[in-house]
């Protein structure tokens, strides 16, 4: 059967980042996928060496605007194990609850996507609608709406007040009850959603696993990895489970993200009620020298951070592997055998970062 | 390793005298580092894309930023996965007044 070769990006209105794909098609079946990254490709890791490691910090936040937060955090985290720096605990629970308001954000950010690529416009709209009011309580505690500069070697820049914090909680409940009807009812109960997520690019238990699969991507498939039940920060003090589903297709993955906004409010309630008094930093003494590899959970999985200094205020090395890129050879697999018409939402369902991919 | 259920989580590589290149995997969040040297001078090492066909990705970066080859890689872009315009920049010293206009 003849085949034909279709360019898939790097400019598609379903991306919102250049990746390019080569599909294989015989008619209007995928036959095979082949990826061409390299079109954001910044070289940052090479900036260790340029940048003092306290300063650092600002090029992890900028890697991505999406996760940016949970990139400065997982830098500082690196050098605080080298240099065995007690950071205070009110500073670790002020962490969790910009991650988790991070997290919501973000998945909030792909449904609307996703409703989008559906066609589902108005609930494209509500999705964003909803993020805004997270938007506005990150701008509120940070200053900034999406990269937020409070994260630091040694703690956090700014503190959040009890009594605001109470505020904020407040305000996330209505927020949270929003997000339930307008957001989270429809995509688990609509027809539309249903119709068009279901029995596309499956990807099988153990596929995900011998591919490397991580985050929702690999949670929609059943592998139970959430990398928060390491405890860093302050998560070892929270009460948090891996939301799991076991189909392995797009609607299994859009699931998991839905549910996993809500056990985001959750854990910010959890923080509210448990967050120590005290300070926020320490001071920094002297320079990193030792390695650490640090593991956090980005909105889009398992993010991994080497860091490895030489006792200078420079860094040797600074490395980061992004959830995005784990999940490419995943995604190349959902692709085999799908049509055509299937391609912008299985490339959609693992939520690419292209500019943390290429870094 | 496969068989008993590591999933390969990274493998990546510093310059240092030679290049550090971690080879990283997980279970059940067990974390587990297997570390190789290798000489600057014509670094290479196996592909290991036989067992674990999605470390091409890294891989290919590792050849692409660092120069060093893998040999028998599964998914091989033939230097081209990035669009570098220095060969191996994360391996030298001074890039900027080597990088091709």
Redesign the interface.
């Known amino acids: 059967m003849t085949r034909t070769i279709i360019p898939f990006g790097p400019q598609h209105p379903v991306f919102p980042e250049p990746i390019h794909l080569d599909l294989v098609l015989e008619d209007e079946k995928v036959i095979e996928a082949i990826p061409s990254?390299?079109?954001i490709?910044r070289?940052l890791?090479?900036l260790c060496r340029k940048k003092i490691f306290q300063e650092l910090v600002y090029v992890a936040e900028r890697i991505c605007g999406i996760c940016s937060f949970i990139h400065g955090l997982g830098y500082c985290q690196g050098v605080e194990k080298i240099m065995d720096l007690p950071v205070p605990p009110r500073a670790l629970y002020l962490r969790v609850f910009w991650s988790e308001l991070s997290r919501i954000h973000s998945h909030l950010l792909w449904l609307g996507l996703a409703a989008d690529a559906a066609g589902f416009e108005n609930l494209f709209c509500s999705c964003w609608r909803v993020r805004e009011y997270i938007l506005d309580i990150i701008e509120q505690t940070t200053g900034g709406r999406i990269i937020f500069g409070v994260c630091k070697v040694g703690g956090v820049r700014k503190d959040v007040g009890d009594s605001d914090l109470r505020a904020i909680l407040a305000r996330l409940k209505e927020v949270e009850a929003d997000y339930r009807r307008g957001v989270a009812e429809v995509f688990l109960r609509e027809y539309t959603i249903r119709h068009r997520f279901s029995d596309v690019g499956c990807l099988s238990a153990e596929d995900a696993?011998?591919?490397?699969a991580v985050g929702p991507t690999g949670r929609g498939s059943g592998l139970p990895?959430d990398?928060r039940?390491?405890g860093y920060a302050a998560y070892g003090e929270l009460e948090l489970e891996p939301v799991i589903e076991t189909a392995g297709d797009c609607f299994a993955r859009a699931v998991v993200r839905v549910r996993e906004v809500l056990g985001s409010f959750d854990l910010i309630r959890q923080v509210v009620e448990k967050i120590p008094p005290g300070e926020v930093d320490v001071k920094v003494k002297g320079f990193p020298e030792g390695e650490f590899?640090s593991?956090l959970e980005q909105p889009r999985g398992?993010v991994?951070y080497?860091v490895?200094g030489n006792g200078t205020k420079f860094l040797?090395?600074f490395?980061i592997?992004t959830p995005t890129?784990?999940n490419?050879?995943?995604m190349l697999q959902m692709l085999k055998g799908c049509d055509l018409a299937d391609v912008p939402v299985i490339v959609l369902t693992i939520d690419p970062c292209i500019s943390c991919a290429?870094r | 390793m496969?068989d008993e259920?590591w999933?390969?989580?990274?493998i990546?590589?510093?310059?240092?005298d030679r290049f550090q290149v971690?080879y990283?995997f997980?279970r059940a969040?067990r974390?587990l580092?297997l570390r190789v040297m290798v000489p600057e001078e014509d670094a290479a090492l196996p592909s290991v894309t036989g067992s674990?066909?999605?470390a091409?990705?890294?891989e290919n970066e590792i050849r692409d930023l660092f120069g060093v080859e893998f040999t028998g890689m599964g998914i091989d872009y033939g230097g081209?996965?990035?669009?570098?315009g220095v060969k191996a920049?994360?391996s030298r010293e001074a890039?900027a007044e080597e990088s091709t206009p």
């Open positions: 990254l390299g079109f490709h070289g890791e090479l696993r011998r591919l490397g990895q990398m039940k390491l590899f593991r398992e991994v080497y490895r040797d090395r490395r592997r890129f784990a490419l050879p995943a290429e | 496969l259920g999933r390969l989580v990274q990546g590589c510093t310059k240092l971690d990283t997980d969040y974390f580092n674990y066909l999605c091409f990705t890294y081209k996965f990035y669009r570098v920049p994360f890039v």
